[in-house]
């Protein structure tokens, strides 16, 4: 009789999910870096589209485009990427 195959480890799962959840982070972090510098290249070419939607769901736009880039958060935020960008690049030396 054949018995069962062992399964992955728990250490090998956690590091999985672990991996999923850097991996997850750092595309949240590349929309919204991205959601932001459009913003302000969009108010920068053309105020008055995002200036006339301040308030509502439209408003959410104006309110990343107005010096969002200048903010220590966002700041942060390129500091990660660029790190991990960095060290995903050195780890294919």
């Known amino acids: 009789m054949l018995g069962h195959a062992a399964g992955p480890s728990p250490a090998s799962l956690c590091l ?3 991996l999923l959840t850097v991996i ?6 590349y ?4 959601l932001i510098c ?9 105020p008055s589209l995002l ?4 308030t509502g769901r439209l408003g959410m736009f104006w309110k ?9 958060y966002v700041t942060v ?8 960008i ?5 780890s294919h030396l």
């Open 16 to 18: 999985l999910v672990c």
């Open 24 to 29: 997850l982070l750092l595309i949240c972090l």
């Open 31 to 34: 929309a919204y870096m991205l």
């Open 38 to 46: 459009t913003c302000a290249y969009i108010r920068s070419l053309a």
């Open 51 to 54: 200036d006339r939607n301040k």
């Open 64 to 72: 990343r485009a107005i010096g969002e880039r200048k903010s220590p």
């Open 77 to 84: 935020c390129r500091v990660v990427i660029i790190f991990f």
């Open 86 to 90: 960095t060290q995903m690049n050195l």
